[in-house]
């Protein structure tokens, strides 16, 4: 086990963290971030991944009310799992990594999270739950969805419709992303 200014990891996995912090910097040589780690810690508000990140437990960022801002684009994350950043209700930025190719339903499902900016390597995106239990819930608020490739395709998974007007995606023309618009009813403007 080894100790980075309390940062516990073994074999690549983090096994705790400073709990009281507002920014957590995981430290380089993690390679795993355990299911529920970081579950309902509503300290941190600001996290960034290393470059040796390539996997991450179902909720291991589930109902972390404060986090604001999420970094993973040094890491080497190849898909977000369910529920890790589930009910994350102060999320705004979030930076994808250049190797993401699927994100699962329920990554960002009732997060406050309005803009997805999607790498070109996503294969496929699942649309979030919108946090419509939420006190805050604001029925009028849109889902921005920036499309980079061609080749992503848009799911929409949600068990209420009533919603699917606050949704737009932004891609290019011709795109599997504008088919799927199409077909699920969604917005779509071309960026091209």
Known sequence: MKNSNQYNVFAGNLLSFPTKEKSII????????????????????????PKSLVSIGESAFEDCKSLKSVDISASALKTLPNKCF???????NFIFNKSLESCSHSSFG??????????????????????IYHPSFDVNKKIYIFVSGKDTVIYFNDWN??????????????????????????????TD
């Open 86 to 92: 589930w009910g994350c209700i102060s999320l705004k």
């Open 26 to 49: 995981i430290p380089e040589g993690v390679k795993c971030i355990p299911t529920s780690l970081f579950y309902d810690n509503n300290n941190i508000e600001r996290i960034v991944f």
């Open 161 to 190: 419709n009533k919603y699917i007007n606050n949704y737009i995606i932004y891609a290019p023309s011709g795109s599997a992303a504008e088919k799927s618009a199409h077909e699920i009813g969604i917005e779509f403007i071309p």
């Open 110 to 131: 009732n997060s406050g999270l309005n803009e997805y900016r999607l790498p070109v390597s996503l294969k496929f995106f699942i649309m979030p739950y919108l946090p």
